[in-house]
């Protein structure tokens, strides 16, 4: 188990991260988890992560309050509401830019959501990049007979709710809602890896009933389910549950590549010094 630690990133935002952090590297297929607030601004305050380039991996954002603009190379462009999630393959190179909305930056307002990196496989790295955007509504539900235990499922599958997303490689990735008194137990492959973090209150984790407290992570241990409760007491405990097949493969990785060998990561940087990328277009007003 894991706490995480705060840190700038961007432009100068503050996130929560449990993952890379010192005594967890790695959580193979998954690289890295951020929790992005939750922060109040005022206006003029909001800064966010302008232009930059991603190669070999995928991108994961979901939203919980606020709203983020993107734009990418692509000629992708939506904006990212409460409830919302984008999964962007970056795969052969792409550049994007994740902004607070307008009405955020000019307002204020409140910012909480996540984003996660997961690795894609050798075969798949220099695959055509995608963008995949799904609506709050479009985000399967599903909650247990007593209503103590709700879920979002973003991928994968549980309470007989199936993602409505496309993976390159089988995934999990799931918001749960554990109110005092939920138990269930949730299926999961067993060539899976699987860790929960926990962003609200607590949980319950596992046969034994380990306790994961708001801002830890922790590692899931072999088998092909685990068992989800909410505290006795206090609030609903909020919480993701991620898992996915390891890909066990070498990773090379610098900044916003993650390749397989030090000269792809070299191959990557060369790219993108010379527009193999692309760069986002712009007309007059947007900028």
């Known amino acids: 188990m894991v706490s995480a630690h705060r840190q700038r990133e961007g432009g100068g935002f503050v996130v929560r991260r449990p993952l890379p952090t010192d005594g967890l590297e790695l959580a193979d297929p998954f690289l890295l988890l951020d929790e992005m607030g939750p922060v109040e601004y005022g206006p003029g305050e ?3 992560a302008p232009d930059h380039p991603h190669r070999g991996f995928e991108t994961v ?10 734009e990418d190379s692509a000629g992708h462009r939506g904006v990212i509401r409460p409830g919302d999630v984008q999964w962007m393959t970056a795969g052969a190179g792409i550049v994007h830019s994740e902004m607070p909305s307008r009405r955020i930056r000019d307002e ?4 909480h959501g996540f984003q996660i990196w997961v690795n894609l496989p050798a075969r798949d790295k220099m695959t055509r990049p995608r963008y995949q955007e799904v609506p709050s509504d479009r985000i399967p539900q599903a909650q247990s007979d007593d209503g103590r235990a709700r879920v979002r499922v973003i991928a994968g599958e549980a309470l007989g709710a199936r993602a409505v997303i496309d993976t390159h490689t089988p995934i999990v990735y799931q918001d749960w809602t554990l109110a005092a008194g939920a138990d269930v137990t949730i299926p999961l492959a067993s060539d899976h890896q699987g860790l929960v973090y926990v962003f609200g209150g607590s949980a319950l984790v596992g046969d034994e009933a380990t306790e994961v407290r708001d801002g830890q992570l922790a590692l899931l241990g072999p ?3 685990v068992r989800l409760r909410g505290a006795a007491t206090g609030e609903a405990g909020r919480m993701l549950l991620l898992a996915g097949v390891p890909l066990a493969e070498p ?14 990561i070299r191959q990557a940087f060369r790219d993108y010094q010379t527009g193999r990328m692309g760069e986002i277009t712009r007309t007059a007003e947007r900028v």
């Open 251 to 264: 990773i090379a990785r610098y900044g916003p590549f993650v390749m397989n060998t030090d000269e792809e």
């Open 223 to 225: 088998g092909d389910a």
């Open 46 to 48: 909001a800064i966010g």
């Open 61 to 70: 954002t979901y939203m919980l309050e606020g709203e983020f603009e993107h």
């Open 108 to 111: 204020g307002g409140r910012i």
